[in-house]
Structure formats: C-alpha cells, structure tokens
C-alpha cells in the first residue's frame, strides 16, 4: 500500500473507533436491558365513573334540538340579506317589456375648451369665436374645426354652436367670463 491510502484507512479507524466510544460512553450494562418510562403527568387522576355506560336519553334530546341561526355561508364576506317578512315583500313590475331593448341615448357633447368672446367683421358679418383650451387660445372661425373633432356652426352675444363632426350632435357652449388673474 501507498502511504496516502494507510493515512487515509487510519483515519477512517479513527472516525469508526471514535463513534463506537461516544455510543457507548456513561451507559451500565443495566441501561441496555430495562425499558425506559417517561410520565408527562404525575398527577393524572382517573375518573370515578361508577356505571360507565352510554346515556341516550342525552342524545335524543340533542337530536331534538334545532339550530335558529342565521344559516350565512360562512366562506362569503358580505353580510347575509335581510330576512323577507310576510309584510315585506318584492313587487314584480306590473308591466314587463318583451322584447329587444333600445341602446342608451348617447351621452351629451363635452367640447374641452371653454368660449370667452367673439368678435365679428364689420363688412361681412362673420364672426370669430375665441375658445381656451389649457394654456391655448384658438381663433375659430363659423364653419370651421377645431381641436380635430369639433366645428363651429354659429356664435351668438352668450353662446356657441359647436357640432361634433364625427356623429353630428350638436352643444350648446356658455360664454364664461375670465377670471381677473387670466388676462
């Protein structure tokens, strides 16, 4: 044998030698041979149950019994509905519709901006309406778009005529006064 391989087998000697040692270090010879016993309680006492026998009266009368609570599904989170009462009770429409049911009426025309005056050209009539949106000013012009969607059909002394281009409604946009810090 190599010297590596003797080191290595005295070594593995030494682990199993050492192993046997620990195993059988503090231990008598009567150690091996009773069993051991571990109390939890010292101070248990049995019941003095001089008839042990089972009661049926006891059950019957628990299977007699009726449970008067709000029967809730205890895995959903919201309250249970209130308990309908002879009183109180759902009515059903008189009238019920059958058939199909028409769509929404669209929701009214919102134009962004907000219209602060207008001015009209002495020798043709036309006006101009001026509309904020943001920090914007535009000029707008009758019969002309504004911001993409919009067009300006007719500005009056308080007012303005604004059609949505894409499905021809119409709004009517109130003339707001400034505010003295906006100039």
Not at 78 to 107: D, I, L, N, S
Request: charged share 20%; glycine share 8%.
């Amino acid at each position: 044998m190599s010297r590596r391989n003797e080191i290595y087998a005295l070594v593995v000697l030494l682990v199993i030698l050492g192993g046997v040692v620990y195993y059988f270090e503090g231990r008598t010879p009567s150690d091996d041979s009773t069993p051991r016993v571990v109390a939890a309680d010292t101070k248990f006492q049995p019941l003095d149950v001089q008839e042990p026998q089972l009661r049926v009266d006891l059950l019957a009368k628990l299977q007699k019994l009726e449970y008067t609570g709000s029967h809730r599904n205890i895995f959903v989170a919201e309250a249970p509905p209130p308990p309908v009462t002879a009183e109180v009770k759902p009515q059903e429409p008189a009238f019920r519709f059958v058939g199909p049911h028409q769509p929404p009426p669209p929701p009214p025309v919102e134009v962004p901006g907000q219209l602060f005056g207008y001015a009209s050209e002495p020798a043709t009539g036309h006006r101009v309406a001026f509309f904020t949106e943001g920090d914007d000013v535009l000029v707008v012009a009758e019969g002309s778009t504004f911001l993409g969607r919009f067009r300006l059909i007719h500005v009056t002394d308080s007012s303005a005529d604004v059609e949505e281009i894409s499905d021809g409604r119409h709004a009517m946009v109130p003339m707001v006064q400034p505010s003295a810090g906006q100039e």
